[in-house]
Nanobody, 123 residues
């Protein structure tokens, strides 16, 4: 089992920034692809970003490209999501997820999930 714990959410005004963190334990972190997803109120969970263990490649949803950056620190077993120029439509519960080696952009691609952290962007 892999345990994932997100932190860093909160309330921010439009145009502001937040950095989310996800601390992992229980599995060799460097061998896992890490993803960030979000679930806006009343909507389904959606892909935000991913960082693959193979090739260290990253990928982003079109809605966050140029504003969000995913990074990871394998020495700290932590993945981050830097969110800049936040918009009200970014309001959601943000989840990190893990899968061995390579992760896709679908919820079903990932084996482990955190409990989520709330991000609220006011206009």
């Amino acid at each position: 089992q892999m345990q994932l714990v997100e932190s860093g959410g909160g309330l921010v005004q439009a145009g502001g920034s937040l950095r989310l963190s996800c601390a992992a334990s229980g599995r060799p972190f460097s061998s896992y692809a890490m993803g960030w997803f979000r679930q806006p109120p009343g909507k389904e969970r959606e892909f935000v970003a991913r960082y693959n263990a193979i090739g260290s490649t990253t990928d982003y949803a079109d809605s966050v490209k140029g504003r969000f950056t995913i990074s990871r620190d394998n020495a700290k077993n932590t993945v981050y999501l830097q969110m800049n120029n936040l918009k009200p439509e970014d309001t959601a519960v943000y989840y990190c997820a893990a899968k061995p080696f390579y992760g896709g952009s679908s919820v079903g691609d990932y084996n482990y999930w955190g409990q989520g952290t709330q991000v609220t962007v006011s206009s």
